[in-house]
């Protein structure tokens, strides 16, 4: 069992930056790639990020490339979503989720699939004025 915990959303300007964090319990977290998602209000849940166990294979929705950076530490059990550049578009609750296996799922269509994740945190909301 994997619990997930996010922080570090808030309310920001436009062209703002944000650093999420999602700690995650238990011992076997390198066992796990993780995702960020994002479900802003009336809309549905939409993949944000991936990255594999070792942080050295990320992707991202091309939404976001070039302005936000998926990073994790495995020794602190943390993974880190920094979002720089934020757009009033990025408003949204912001959630990680983990899935069982190291590497990136092998289509940019799977990572985005929410039953592939096996754990999701609570959420955290970001709000980007304009």
């Known amino acids: 069992q994997v619990q997930l915990v996010e922080s570090g959303g808030g309310l920001v300007q436009a062209g703002g930056s944000l650093r999420l964090s999602c700690a995650a319990s238990g011992r076997t977290f390198s066992s796990y790639s993780m995702g960020w998602f994002r479900q802003a209000s009336g809309k549905e849940r939409e993949f944000v990020a991936a990255i594999n166990w070792n942080g050295e294979s990320t992707y991202y929705t091309d939404s976001v490339k070039g302005r936000f950076t998926f990073s994790r530490d495995n020794a602190k059990n943390t993974v880190y979503l920094q979002m720089n550049t934020l757009k009033p578009e990025d408003t949204a609750v912001y959630y990680c989720?983990?899935?069982?296996?190291?590497?990136?799922?092998?289509?940019?269509?799977?990572?985005?699939?929410?039953?592939?994740?096996?754990?999701w945190g609570q959420g955290t909301q970001v709000t980007v004025s304009s």
């Open positions: 989720a983990a899935r069982r296996g190291r590497q990136l799922l092998a289509t940019t269509q799977a990572m985005g699939v929410t039953g592939l994740y096996n754990y």
